[in-house]
């Protein structure tokens, strides 16, 4: 029999003033096993915990119900209590008598009748509490990073600072991600391979980041701290020790049919490359797609220059397992397909182009050396219309997405500005619906593209676009004016909307970590945990949880790491008390249990028994690895027998909650 | 005069701990009424309800029960509430077939920012089964002789 | 059939392959017989029967059967062998130590219904085709097999083997069959007649247990209804609502794994319909979320271990049935 101690909280006026708080004492006092009760204006206070710690010492209590506000707001507070004063922090059961009593009820007497049987719930509960005592495991100290765009970058470079190792897994040759393909960055203007590639470089000279590039992850198991990763690293056919990145061979490729992917596809690369001078690693990759030696075995030509010999056609795929104590998702976005746009033309012209085409434009490393050329015919073009917002913010029926990208705005009047600069004669329309410029520096910038490059802002949306002889006619409404508009343009760019990387979706998968609708990366609280997934150990960072600029994207990245390298600080993490836990003269050993945990913290296996009947047998039955298992309690449910049951929300303990509430 | 004593019926409320149970708290913050009739436990998830507590709770002398959680595609636990949903689905209609009123069970999805639907939902369902009255429990007919 | 079947396990026995034979015994009676473990050909022999009584599905003895040493031999009837395979699915047997041999059924007998035709002092009966010869005292009679057939029978599922060994006999397939038009019915009655209906049923339960103790689903280590540390321990009646929480309960720990073999209802004393409980779960299951037959397909996940986003909700649900 447990010896129970009864704590009624006034809360000063806000649970007092509704309830009888010295009746709600008084009855519980006549319950079972209750050998202590008290009122008090404020049990959270100090001199509050005081109260419960010296009735515990003073009646030898083995637990105590708190009636209160409710349990998310000071459980923790009693538990830590309960257990400075020498008893169990789970011997502690919170009635919720303000947020669902005194709050929501006007008539004092029903509200304290309620109170009484909320108090009479938690003393039944508490009866059948046991002491519970949370499990530790171990932390590998190493993080692994998915995805080596500037967020992965920033994030890996950060975690090695604090003197942990690192790997970076990148789908791609190179690491640099979306922002090695742009010109310049907002509001500054400056240009964004000076501001990255050093970073890239720091990223290859760590001694502590590893780079797994042309890698993917393909499975992960394991848990918080213990994470067990395969790295599927894909056939470059390049020895990656012995290519000296020279690109010897990717001028002799006879193959140069090649659609240049870093491009866009507007030019044409070898069969084999280097994505770009400052790839990072800067290693030749063969396209397998495309190289005639691998699809025919006639050529050779990169081999016979090579000469370091790093040429290996025979080289296969190969699947690496490594352990992570922390994961950081970082896998980036795309702009989407615009093959659904077709009143824009992009499928019919070559000159109507998304924006991170027109940024390749204009880059000097891009395929026309930095000079603005309409991609059909070569010529400059004189008049150029951007439209945004091009499947941002619809109405959830279209094709497109229903959220802002939050980018384009600004990216846009970035395009519009640096056109204005360089080629003056360029008339430039802006088609928008809103423009969105929070943010440091911003809306100065966007200013200064109106007011002093003269770029035409035009409220309204592009209703279609149909080239005609060599032109492309843009009908467009300006809602300002209230006029149709009809621009003969010689080239026209869409801000397509942003979204998640295809990768993003098996891979949340893959970690259990949860989507929104749109594959972003849920964070485990919106506000107050932004940087976390709601499985713990997984982080996110950048793109891969929402749209965001090149700043923020940084900053997430940063406080990403912070997080993380606080979690590899650690030696070893406490597990959650309240898990699953089967009774194994129960298990019938079916794995209905396995089948619906949502952590794999369930498995199964063969052990030894000394039955009730002193036979001994071989039985099959569940194990819950404590470390991984969360409680949610799904299991308990799907047991036919009974066997699996949850700490501190048992079977017997809901049940008698519920015949102390029906009685 | 004989004042007819107005019924007032059990109601049990199982509120998942992150979305609903949160939300119940929230239309306390806000202060916004339901009848005391509705007494709330806390479960993790709602994949932790046992169909065994909502027949305990009906055996027991509950006249409804409900089941909150957090929306389809919300739960903190990423897949609960879908098993919850199967399991609610198949109970509920089984006790209807077995000449239950349907109207005594409910399976809601109430998020923690939900504090004004959590209070509406509550208020209809109290005000649902006491026009239906006491719950008359699949009693054995043996034992009302 | 039976000598068919008799020389099939002589034969197994004999040759060494398995060291028991579990099949149907005859009882006291001659529509009352037991599932046995044969361990000689003496034994079979003498007290080995197959015949329109031997009804029950052996598949669940096999769990604590293949506990013991050696190899144990089993006859399956097409329904039957959902069960194994089912049991199969949930680790409860191990494959290796079963050799199952299935055997063609054309439907079983139901004695109650013999005698409600008001056939008296049944001495035996012979089975002649699709025509029943009885002898009672009263003489010779004769009725249509198919007046005479189990309520599981006449609306047979399937005659196919899902699992076997070996098989005798040729092999049969899943059938079309009414077997939820009962379910149905009830479904159209008003919530006051379905109330009357289950009331009037279930008030005559004994808590005799034989529906658990057949099911084949209902094999656990411990059974909750047995289990002090359960919360619902019953091992009779406690409250009026005991029988009905009973019966909810274990149709609902044996959805998705219940293949409907009726053996709930065929075992029942009272003759309580058992099986529309956990027929009107499989019809739901089937309705709500694709058809599933448990034991079926050994690959599939059950509905209850499965969930689509776009699955109904509970209030949907009763929306479709309007």
């Known amino acids: 029999m447990q010896r129970i101690g009864v704590f009624v909280c006034w809360c000063g006026s806000n649970i007092a003033a509704t309830v009888d708080v010295k009746a709600v004492a008084e009855a519980l006092g006549k319950e079972p096993g209750v050998v202590f009760f008290e009122d008090y204006q404020y049990m959270c206070s100090e001199e509050g915990q005081n109260k419960i710690k010296n009735a515990i010492k003073d009646y030898a209590l083995t637990g105590a119900v708190i009636c209160s ?55 039944a509960k508490l009866h059948l509490n046991a002491p519970l005592t949370a499990g530790e495991s171990p932390v590998v100290k190493r ?9 992965g970058i920033q994030t890996a470079l950060d975690i090695a600072d604090a003197g942990f190792e690192v790997d970076i897994v990148e789908k791609k040759p190179t690491i640099g991600g979306k922002m090695s393909q742009i010109d310049k960055t907002f509001p500054t203007l400056d240009c964004a391979a000076c501001i990255l590639t050093p970073k890239m470089v720091d990223v290859a000279q760590s001694e502590k980041i590893r780079i797994f590039a042309y890698s993917e992850v393909e499975a992960v198991k394991g848990f918080v701290g213990n994470f067990n990763v395969s790295i599927r690293k894909k056939a470059r056919y390049v020895d990656e020790v012995k290519c000296t990145g020279c690109g010897l061979c990717t001028e002799k490729c006879p193959q140069k049919k090649v659609p240049n992917d870093f ?28 190289c005639t030696m691998l699809k025919t075995g006639k050529c050779g030509v990169c081999s016979k220059v090579c000469t370091a010999g790093a040429i290996d056609y025979k080289q296969k795929d190969t699947v690496l397992e490594e352990q992570y104590g922390a994961i950081v998702v970082a896998t980036g976005f795309n702009p989407i397909e615009l093959t659904k746009y077709d009143e824009f033309a992009y499928s019919q012209s070559p000159d109507v182009i998304t924006s991170l085409e027109f940024e390749r434009i204009t880059n000097a490393a891009g395929p026309t050396g930095g000079t603005l ?6 010529t400059h073009p004189h008049k150029i219309v951007f439209v945004q917002c091009v499947g941002s913010r619809e109405d959830g029926n279209g094709c497109g997405k229903t959220y802002c990208s939050k980018i384009c705005c600004m990216y846009t009047a970035k395009h519009a500005m640096l056109t204005r600069e360089k080629y003056p004669d360029t008339e430039v329309y802006v088609f928008y619906i809103d423009v969105r410029t929070p943010g440091k520096n911003f809306d100065e910038f966007y200013r200064r593209a109106v007011e002093e490059y003269g770029v035409h802002y035009i409220k ?16 467009a409404s300006d809602l300002i004016e209230g006029k149709q508009l009809l621009i003969d343009a010689d080239l026209v760019v869409l801000a397509a909307a942003i979204e998640p990387d295809k990768s993003a979706r098996p891979l949340a998968t893959m970690l259990t970590a949860s989507m929104d609708t749109n594959d972003f990366f849920t964070e485990a609280h919106p506000k107050l945990r932004p940087v976390e997934s709601p499985t713990a150990g997984i982080f996110l960072s950048g793109c891969c949880q929402g749209p965001k600029d090149i700043p923020e994207t940084v900053a997430q990245a940063s406080a990403c790491a912070a997080k993380v390298i606080g979690l590899l600080n650690k030696d070893k993490l406490t597990c959650n008390a309240c898990v699953a836990h089967p009774d194994e003269m129960l298990c019938n050993g079916c794995s209905t249990c396995e ?39 799904a299991c308990t449910v799907a047991c036919p027998s009974g066997a699996m049951d949850l700490h501190g929300f048992s079977n017997r303990q809901i049940m008698a909650e519920v015949d102390a509430i029906c009685k | 005069m004989q004042i007819e004593e107005k019924f007032e019926p059990t109601i049990v409320a199982f509120c998942c701990n992150w979305c609903s149970y949160a939300g119940a708290d929230l239309s306390g913050t806000n202060r916004l009424q339901y009848p ?6 806390r479960v993790p998830c709602s994949c932790r309800v046992n169909p065994m507590f909502i027949l305990r709770a009906f055996q027991r002398g509950a006249d409804g029960v409900i089941l909150c959680g957090c929306h389809p595609g919300d739960c903190h636990y990423t897949t609960g509430n879908y098993y919850a949903r199967r399991r609610m689905t198949l109970l509920f209609s089984m006790l209807d077939f077995l000449g239950i009123e349907r109207e005594r069970t409910r399976l809601e999805w109430v998020s923690a920012a939900e504090g004004a639907k959590f209070a509406a939902t509550m208020n209809d369902f109290v005000e649902t089964v006491t026009r239906l009255g006491k719950n008359r429990r699949l009693e054995d007919l043996r034992c009302n002789k | 059939m039976q000598q068919v079947i008799r020389d099939k396990a002589l034969s197994l026995l004999e040759a060494g392959k398995v060291d028991r034979v579990l099949a149907w015994k005859e009882g006291e009676f001659f529509y009352d017989q037991t599932p046995h473990v044969f361990k000689t050909a003496e034994e079979i022999n003498r007290s080995l029967v197959y015949n329109g009584f031997s009804a029950a599905n052996l598949s669940k003895y096999l769990v604590k059967e293949t506990l013991k040493d050696g190899m144990i031999a089993v006859f399956l009837k ?32 139901d004695i109650d219904r013999i005698r409600k035709a008001g056939l008296r002092g049944i001495t035996s009966i012979r089975e002649d085709g699709d025509r029943l010869s009885v002898s009672t005292i009263y003489g010779e009679k004769t009725v249509a097999k198919s007046d005479a057939l189990a309520e599981r029978c006449e609306n047979c599922k399937s005659r196919k083997h899902i699992v076997y060994d070996e098989l005798i006999g040729s092999e049969g397939e899943a059938l079309d069959s009414g077997r939820f038009d009962a379910v149905e019915a009830l479904e159209k009655m008003s919530p006051e007649e379905r109330f009357a209906f289950w009331q009037k049923e279930l008030s005559r339960c004994i808590r005799c247990n034989a529906c658990r103790n057949a099911c084949p689903a209902c094999t656990c280590e411990k059974c909750v209804f047995d289990n002090p540390a359960s919360g619902i321990e019953s091992k009779a009646p406690a409250s009026s609502f005991e029988e009905q929480n009973f019966h909810i309960i274990r149709a609902f720990h044996v959805v998705g794994r219940c293949t409907d073999c009726g053996e709930c209802s065929r075992v029942c004393p009272q003759s309580i319909p058992l099986h529309l409980i956990n027929r009107k779960f499989i019809k739901d299951i089937n309705e709500f979320y694709g058809t599933y037959q448990a034991g079926e397909n050994p690959d599939e996940r059950a509905p209850l271990t499965n969930f689509d986003k776009d699955d109904m909700e509970p209030a949907d649900a009763f929306r479709k049935g309007e």
């Open chain 1, 373 to 378: 050329l309409r991609p059909s015919d070569g």
């Open chain 1, 263 to 290: 491009n866009l596809g507007l030019d044409q690369k070898r069969a084999i490359y280097i994505p770009f001078a400052q790839a990072v690693p800067k290693i030749a990759t063969i396209d397998a797609d495309y």
């Open chain 1, 460 to 475: 309204g949306m592009v209703g279609k676009v149909s080239p005609e002889n060599g032109k492309l006619m843009v009908r």
């Open chain 1, 143 to 151: 993080a692994l990073v998915i995805g080596g765009g500037i967020a």
């Open chain 1, 69 to 123: 506000c409710s349990p998310r707001m000071h459980e923790n507070t009693f538990r830590k209590a309960a257990a400075a004063a020498g008893i169990n922090s789970f011997m502690v059961e919170i009635a919720n008598i303000r947020e669902q009593c005194s709050w929501i009820h006007k008539d004092k007497v029903s509200a304290t009748e309620k109170a009484i049987v909320l108090g009479r719930a938690a003393i």
């Open chain 2, 36 to 41: 005391a009739n509705v007494k709330i436990i």
């Open chain 1, 595 to 633: 089948k619906v945990c949502p952590y794999g913290a369930i498995t199964y296996e063969s052990k030894e028994f000394r039955m009730p009947d002193r036979t001994t047998r071989i039985r099959r039955v569940a194990s819950v690895n404590p470390a991984v298992c969360q409680g949610c309690g």
């Open chain 3, 78 to 109: 097409p329904c039957d062998t959902y069960s194994f395979s089912q049991l199969l699915k949930e680790h409860r047997i191990p494959r290796e130590k079963v050799w199952a041999v299935g055997i063609p059924c054309d439907g079983k007998l």
